[in-house]
């Protein structure tokens, strides 16, 4: 298999483009602050997914951006820390400060020439919005969370892109979903029949981080420690 087999390239945004756990940590230091307890930044990460992910299994209507009030008001909870309602609709608003990773807008600039880009994310339009900015491409279909009406990893996003892409004349075989997170997107994949590509974010850490652990060890078709690998690998192979 090879990177020229696709004509369509499908990304997770948040934690692959977008380096979400650097913003996570960043906009949760009002609360981690006041934390008596030491706590390392998986321990943070850790915490955040299970709640998150909690949230999205029982309220998948839910905009993310109030969702992610709802964890900050647990986390605060669990942490033996107030905050208020103002204090958690900020942080559900953070989203659009979250930085890209710094590969992420040349990265995508080369593969634009070569694919359709495509954004099946877990957040919301709004949110999205202000992300995209930092990206710096224009994408060629944007599947949300609020327009699946459900979260990653059910398989109804990935149903809804695979219908979405359908229409624009693209089948599930011109698609390499491309993703850090094994939980939210590779394992659904796998479930789906959708080649997917890792993109290791955390390859020198090891571990889960923001996301929960899959339920089993899915098969990525490749696996690059970084976007403009990626972009590499696919340039190296004209050669």
Known sequence: MRLHDFTTLSFDCYGTLIDWESGI????????????RTLSGDDILEAHARHESRHQAETPGRLYRELLGGVYADLAKEWGVGAGEDECREYGLSVGNWPAFPDSAEALAYLKRHYKLVILSNVDRQSFRASNEKLGVGFDAVVTAEDAGAYKPSPENFRLMLDVLQKAGIGKGDILHT???????????????????HIYRRHARGGFGATMKPRTQPSCAFRFNSMLDMAAAHENEAV
Not at 25 to 36: A, D, F, G, Q, Y
Not at 182 to 196: C, Q, R, T, V
């Open 25 to 36: 940590l960043e906009n949760l230091r009002p609360l981690t602050s006041r934390v008596e």
């Open 179 to 197: 993703a850090e997170s094994m939980f939210h997107d590779h394992e659904p994949a796998n479930d789906i029949g959708l080649a997917s590509c």
